[in-house]
T-cell receptor, first 112, second 112 residues
Framework: DTEVTQTPKHLVMGMTNKKSLKCEQH?????MYWYKQKAKKPPELMFV???????INESVPSRFSPECPNSSLLNLHLHALQPEDSALYLC???????????FGDGTRLSIL | AQSVTQLDSHVSVSEGTPVLLRCNYS??????LFWYVQHPNKGLQLLLK??????LVKGINGFEAEFKKSETSFHLTKPSAHMSDAAEYFC??????????FGDGTTLTVKP
């Protein structure tokens, strides 16, 4: 069992839908991350939150909107996605930014 | 600038034989180095980390890695492979307080 919980595990959505991915950790970590992973590829960093503030945005399109409501929760709001956005979306956390990360099992997203 | 090269995209071993997954890195600063494992449909799990202490690092599940500065290598080894070791392995380099860079991954197959 992972200590970082992501919901939902699977999501199928149309290009006009709005949905959200959720991530939760209760390890007291103050850094949280969103990654995108395509099949047979390493994870690509999207966003980093440190102490609930966005510290890194890796030039991610605005159709992806992160939110960190508190130190335990991280959301990724999705709107008007494209088929190429289909991927596994991984959330991770660490005690502080740059320290070893704990990953959730991901949300597998399919865009129709 | 930093980079990480996993020298083999696929490694196949027989159960009970040694495992060697090779990783070379380049970094302008003294880096931290990590190995992560990813089983199918799962997130990444930290196997071990090097952070400028002992050069031989022991991790979980019988894995270990040796940091060799002169060769800029951080190869992952295990004396005896188990079927459950079949997975994708990622070598990650992070300069001091910098952003992590993932290798492209090595797929480990374990034959009975």
């Amino acid at each position: 069992d992972t200590e970082v919980t992501q919901t939902p595990k699977h999501l199928v959505m149309g290009m006009t839908n709005k949905k959200s991915l959720k991530c939760e950790q209760h390890m007291g970590h103050r850094a949280m991350y969103w990654y995108k992973q395509k099949a047979k590829k390493p994870p690509e960093l999207m966003f980093v939150y440190s102490y609930e503030k966005l510290s890194i945005n890796e030039s991610v399109p605005s159709r992806f909107s992160p939110e960190c409501p508190n130190s335990s929760l991280l959301n990724l709001h999705l709107h008007a996605l494209q088929p190429e956005d289909s991927a596994l979306y991984l959330c991770a956390s660490s005690q502080r930014a740059g320290q070893p990360q704990h990953f959730g099992d991901g949300t597998r997203l399919s865009i129709l | 600038a930093q980079s990480v090269t996993q020298l083999d995209s696929h490694v196949s071993v027989s159960e009970g034989t040694p495992v060697l997954l090779r990783c070379n890195y380049s970094s302008s600063y003294s880096p931290s180095l990590f190995w992560y494992v990813q089983h199918p449909n799962k997130g990444l799990q930290l196997l071990l980390k090097y952070t400028s202490a002992a050069t031989l690092v022991k991790g979980i599940n019988g894995f270990e890695a040796e940091f060799k500065k002169s060769e800029t290598s951080f190869h992952l080894t295990k004396p005896s492979a188990h079927m459950s070791d079949a997975a994708e392995y990622f070598c990650v380099v992070r300069p001091n307080a910098g952003k992590s860079t993932f290798g492209d991954g090595t797929t480990l197959t374990v034959k009975p």
